[in-house]
């Protein structure tokens, strides 16, 4: 009994209590089972038509991000973000009109899955297709005299580029070397002394490129985040090595002087013919491809294609108008 009646007597203080923190049985009734306006509001957002309108919209329209992947031609290409309506954000924008309006939208980009650097490591000879940009690279490891004219060019066009540099033409021409990194162009490895890496042993190899990489950041305070290796040159070893050091290795798409008889016209023309969206052009300090320059870059320009560093085209961000 005294058990039963000390029962009782914790359900009454408890009973006291809770209903001592509310004003009147309504209060208590509508904190427990109504929803606050924080609750009602999405709901109500959500039955909306302006709302559904919205969220059907965005299920035509949205576009799905791209993984980075492994091409059997092509190695690896990186991926690209898709493109989102943020239904919620675009709602609260639009809502005190009442008017959906397919201009007003917010757009959010998504990444994707898997990126360059979850897949096996492998050259990159383009962009991802679906990313309307090119790359112009220039290797360089002689012409320097052709250098200031190629940064004019480049300067009046407004454009970043990716030159790779040979680590012994920078001891050299170590002048030249600091134009191209003061006009905020992306610094490459090229190596040293356009030795064919492939023909090295991996200690020999890494030391090459170690030592390239010191050159250039002893002089360019930059230290290469790519590596393009001499003639093009690669192996799994090459890889391995360009892979431990934090690099990725670059080549091209196409040559854009591929011969060296070969006229500011003939260039011009298989740019216009070749280029695509992702494009990786190589290009050399020579008189015919300083010639032929500025119509390369009005030529990629007029099919509707950005121009940026390897950076830049490989990065998985949009491209924006």
């Given at each position: 009994?005294?058990?039963?009646?000390?029962?009782?007597s914790?359900?009454?203080v408890?009973?006291?209590?809770?209903?001592?923190?509310?004003?009147?049985?309504?209060?208590f009734?509508?904190?427990?089972?109504?929803p606050?306006?924080?609750?009602?509001q999405?709901?109500?957002?959500?039955?909306?038509?302006?709302?559904?309108?919205?969220?059907?919209?965005?299920?035509?329209?949205?576009?799905?991000?791209?993984?980075?992947?492994?091409?059997?031609?092509?190695?690896?290409?990186?991926?690209?973000?898709?493109?989102?309506?943020?239904?919620?954000?675009?709602?609260?924008?639009?809502?005190?009109?009442?008017?959906?309006?397919?201009?007003?939208?917010?757009?959010?980009?998504?990444?994707?899955?898997?990126?360059?650097?979850?897949?096996?490591?492998?050259?990159?000879?383009?962009?991802?297709?679906?990313?309307?940009?090119?790359?112009?690279v220039?290797?360089?490891?002689?012409?320097?005299?052709?250098?200031?004219?190629?940064?004019?060019?480049l300067?009046?066009?407004?454009?970043?580029?990716?030159?790779?540099?040979d680590?012994?033409?920078?001891?050299?021409?170590s002048?030249?070397?600091?134009?191209?990194?003061?006009?905020?162009?992306?610094?490459?490895?090229?190596?040293?002394?356009q030795?064919?890496?492939?023909?090295?042993?991996?200690?020999?190899?890494?030391?090459?490129?170690?030592?390239?990489?010191?050159?250039?950041?002893?002089?360019?305070?930059?230290?290469?985040?790519?590596?393009?290796?001499?003639?093009?040159h690669y192996?799994?070893?090459?890889?391995?090595?360009?892979?431990?050091?934090?690099?990725?290795?670059?080549?091209?798409?196409?040559?854009?002087?591929?011969?060296?008889?070969?006229?500011?016209?003939?260039?011009?023309?298989?740019?216009?013919?070749?280029v695509?969206?992702?494009?990786?052009?190589?290009?050399?300090?020579?008189?015919?491809?300083?010639?032929?320059?500025?119509?390369?870059i009005?030529?990629?320009?007029?099919?509707?294609?950005?121009?940026?560093?390897?950076?830049?085209?490989?990065?998985?961000?949009?491209?924006h108008?």
């Amino acid at each position: 009994m005294r058990k039963r009646g000390l029962q009782y007597s914790l359900f009454a203080v408890l009973f006291v209590l809770t209903f001592s923190a509310f004003p009147s049985y309504k209060a208590f009734y509508q904190s427990q089972f109504i929803p606050s306006d924080r609750e009602i509001q999405p709901v109500q957002a959500m039955a909306s038509p302006l709302y559904q309108k919205i969220k059907s919209y965005a299920a035509k329209h949205n576009i799905k991000p791209i993984n980075a992947r492994t091409d059997s031609v092509w190695k690896a290409i990186p991926g690209y973000n898709g493109l989102q309506v943020n239904v919620k954000a675009s709602y609260e924008k639009l809502k005190s009109s009442g008017h959906f309006n397919s201009q007003k939208l917010i757009y959010e980009e998504t990444a994707p899955r898997v990126h360059l650097e979850d897949i096996q490591p492998a050259p990159i000879y383009k962009g991802n297709p679906e990313k309307p940009m090119v790359a112009l690279v220039f290797d360089v490891a002689s012409g320097g005299e052709y250098i200031p004219k190629i940064l004019e060019i480049l300067n009046q066009a407004e454009l970043s580029s990716t030159f790779f540099l040979d680590a012994e033409w920078v001891k050299a021409h170590s002048n030249l070397a600091l134009m191209i990194s003061d006009e905020n162009h992306e610094i490459g490895n090229f190596g040293m002394e356009q030795k064919d890496l492939t023909e090295l042993s991996n200690t020999q190899a890494t030391k090459q490129l170690e030592n390239a990489n010191k050159i250039i950041e002893a002089l360019l305070n930059v230290k290469p985040r790519w590596l393009t290796p001499p003639m093009g040159h690669y192996d799994e070893q090459v890889l391995a090595v360009s892979h431990a050091l934090h690099m990725i290795t670059a080549l091209w798409t196409f040559d854009g002087g591929a011969l060296s008889q070969e006229t500011p016209s003939s260039i011009t023309r298989q740019v216009s013919e070749k280029v695509e969206a992702g494009s990786i052009i190589r290009l050399t300090p020579s008189q015919s491809e300083v010639e032929a320059l500025p119509t390369i870059i009005e030529t990629i320009k007029n099919k509707g294609y950005q121009l940026g560093t390897l950076s830049a085209l490989t990065d998985e961000g949009r491209v924006h108008e």
